[in-house]
């Protein structure tokens, strides 16, 4: 059982900015693609944001320029940071680490709510 604790959810205006977590087990964190996820009411998942390294990240492209994903390797924890909120972006953000590459996803958290409204 791999355990994956998001946080940072909430509700946002538009315009606004959040910044979601995910703590990782340290040994997923150190070799996996580690990726956000996010689905909306009534749509499939999508993939947000995925990063290896720092200067190895990947975005959709609804996102790029307004969401910025990074990790602190000390801490394994993953972060979300979101700004120019839009009302499409809200769903059910996930964090969700792969080992088969940019935007692999063999395990997923429980998910937390981002609403923008």
């Known amino acids: 059982h791999v355990q994956l604790v998001e946080s940072g959810g909430g509700l946002v205006q538009p315009g606004g900015s959040l910044r979601l977590s995910c703590v990782a087990p340290e040994f997923m964190f150190s070799r996996s693609y580690m990726s956000w996820v996010r689905q909306a009411p009534g749509k499939e998942r999508e993939g947000v944001a995925t990063?290896?390294?720092?200067?190895?990240?990947r975005y959709a492209d609804s996102v790029k320029g307004r969401f910025a994903i990074s990790k602190d390797n000390a801490k394994n924890t993953l972060y979300l940071q979101m700004n120019s909120l839009k009302p499409e972006d809200t769903a059910v953000y996930y964090c969700a680490p792969g080992l088969g590459g940019y935007w692999s996803f063999d395990y997923w958290g429980q998910g937390t709510q981002v609403t923008v409204s």
């Open positions: 990063i290896l390294r720092e200067i190895d990240t």
